[in-house]
């Protein structure tokens, strides 16, 4: 294992943060970093990318990639012009400002599977971390008749789980020898995708120096310094050389102070050898300084700490109300914890003990006083402890406490340095909230055409199906009043709480309509009257792609990232693979 790329893991993974008086922040809207295929047209809104009142941009002709946009659908087509790859800069206007767009063209490796049955066999698929584990999405041809299957595949550069699927079975790649318990009783085939381009790109690490006013990155490539390019952006706008320097194998960028002193200026940088990038380090800057994480936060910085509410600590047994049922086990009922118990713990120190500065609570809203069973095998009986079956979405679970006791948990633990992430349910509500009850057509379809239930149909109805049969999910697509309702509802809790954000549960069964609209008002309405901005992140299970699909200027702040969960469990439990595999999904 190279030195440099453990340096780089530690900065990357290790975040230390005191329980000082913090500052809040406001951060720029940044542009970013927007990679995009070869050969195709690429269809971007420009309100994911840049928020703005006012969409009437004008763009510069590019050499390198041939673009086109569209004032009232706000889109602009991009098509990269033949055999480009790499980095460019696309420039437009907005007011009096000229801001730059950094786009990667990616270069995207050819990856054939392959399959030999021991007897002839229909229907063979690949699925695999790189398109959803969709199991009927890529199907492998035998053309040619000799009993061997293939499918090609384009992907990115990365770490790739995989399985065949043949015959009604789900097994690994019998002739790839790289296999991972996948958690499930099986195992998945491992491949690793690295263009050549990607191989021979720079990198650069961060060094921080706290006594001089500038930023420090060590270059490290296979070539010479004098064959790299550098380019750096502060904020939307690139530097000229003469606003940086290269000594040896040092890039080193002066900072000047800022008659702002509560807006963070943030520097990005990037290496490119024969124009294709290497990884982007950014750096968080107040006042000619890179920020001190003792003083000022940045939610790039937070430590989260997860609390469901029922489990963690119990501070007033009055309200304790456990359910009287037969077949409920203690476990999926009701055990006491609430506001009074979280808000004890933030007094006592607990929380900055341990070096938290960010709680991401799970959902307050009342929930049902009644035990479900469950839709799949083997039917066991649940309360709502949890608080994802909402039956009011203004109330409180009393069991929790009262809005009064939130609001009260919520300002102690924010003078105490603490931001609260506040859970919220947009995909669905519980069959007993007056909305299912009152407005039927807002809610999505539980009997499909053919005879199925939608239920648990995660990727083949993705927007409507249902969790459980007591859980309809709504069907934004088709009822504005359903989303208009719930983004209301969202923007109440913020003004009305004042938490700090959201944890978006089941961020991909909610269409891209829903967040942006979500954003816009956060953005337009509530932000302008908080001293900082609220902070929006989402749960997706899925691809790289998928994830990421969300997580822009127009949508989500960020997203948990499952797939580098199990990536960084491999490498770091289980002593499979390497920091190599880390950084390429990092990269990703």
């Known amino acids: 294992m190279k030195k440099s790329i453990l340096i780089q893991m530690i900065s990357y993974l290790l975040l230390i943060v005191s329980c000082q008086k913090h500052t809040n922040l406001r951060q720029p809207e940044l542009l970013e970093f927007l ?75 050819a990856v054939t599977f392959n399959y030999t049955p021991k007897k002839r066999i229909d229907n063979v698929y690949i699925m695999g971390s790189f398109n959803t584990w969709n199991r009927n999405s890529d199907e492998m041809t035998d053309p040619d008749g000799d009993n061997t299957y293939s499918k090609t595949v384009l992907l990115d550069d990365g770490v790739y789980e995989y399985q065949i699927v043949a015959g009604g079975s789900e097994f690994p790649d019998p002739t790839n020898p790289e296999k991972i318990d996948n958690g499930f009783g099986n195992f998945n085939s491992l491949i690793r995708v690295k263009s050549p381009l990607k191989a021979e790109s720079p990198n650069l690490y961060f060094i921080q120096d706290k006594t001089e006013n500038n930023i420090k990155l060590h270059i490290e490539a296979p070539q010479p310094v004098t064959e790299l390019q550098f380019h750096i952006l502060k904020n939307n706008k690139l530097l000229l050389k ?56 940045i939610w790039q910085d937070a430590i989260i700490y997860s609390i469901m509410t029922d489990r963690f600590c119990n501070g007033d047994r009055t309200n304790d109300n456990p359910l009287n ?41 009342k929930t049902t006083n009644n035990a479900f069973q469950e839709f799949p095998p083997p039917h066991r009986y649940y309360t709502g402890y949890h608080g994802y079956w909402p039956v009011s979405s203004t109330e409180t679970e009393p069991r929790f406490g009262s809005m009064d006791e939130f609001k009260n948990m919520v300002d102690i633990a924010q ?51 249902w969790f459980d049969t007591f859980l309809p999910s709504f069907d934004f697509i088709n009822s504005d009043d359903a989303l208009n309702t719930m983004i209301d509802n969202a923007a109440w809790w913020i003004e009305e709480t004042n938490i700090d954000g959201f944890r978006h549960d089941a961020t991909k069964h909610v269409p891209y309509k829903f967040w942006r609209s979500l954003t816009q008002r956060i953005k337009s309405d509530i932000n302008p009257k908080k001293d900082a901005n609220c902070y929006q992140i989402g749960e997706t299970f899925g691809s790289n792609q998928l994830i990421k699909s969300y997580v822009n200027n127009g949508m989500l702040d960020s997203q948990f990232n499952f797939g580098l969960f199990f990536t960084q469990r491999r490498v770091f439990a289980e002593n499979s693979g390497s920091l190599q595999d880390v950084k390429l999904s990092l990269e990703k």
């Open 415 to 465: 003078n105490n340095n603490i931001k609260i992430l506040l859970d919220f349910v947009s995909n669905h509500t519980h069959q007993e909230h007056h909305y299912f009850r009152e407005h039927r057509n807002w809610f999505g379809t539980y009997n499909l055409p053919d005879g199925r239930k939608n239920m648990r149909l995660w990727n083949e109805f993705r927007l409507t199906t």
């Open 242 to 297: 003469s606003e940086y320097q290269i000594v040896k194998n040092m890039l080193i960028i002066p900072l000047k102070p800022s008659y702002n002193t509560n807006t963070l200026t943030v520097i990005r940088a990037v290496a490119t050898f024969r124009n294709y990038p290497g990884n982007i380090i950014t750096v968080w800057t107040k006042n000619g300084k890179v920020i001190n994480n003792h003083t000022d936060y």
């Open 325 to 365: 049922h037969p077949e409920l086990h203690k476990a999926a009922n009701f055990n006491g914890g609430d506001f009074k118990g979280i808000t004890q713990k933030i007094q006592e120190g607990y929380f900055k003990n341990l070096g938290i500065n960010t709680i991401w609570i799970s959902p307050v809203n």
């Open 35 to 109: 990679k995009i295929d070869t050969n195709i047209e690429n269809v971007i809104r420009m309100d994911d990318l840049y928020f703005t009142s006012d969409y009437n941009l004008s763009f510069e002709k590019n050499d390198d990639i041939k673009l086109k946009y569209n004032q009232k659908t706000k889109e602009l087509k991009l098509f990269p012009k033949e055999n480009f790859f790499g980095l460019t800069f696309i420039n437009f206007n907005i007011d009096d400002s000229k801001l730059v767009l950094p786009v990667i063209v990616k270069s995207k490796v």
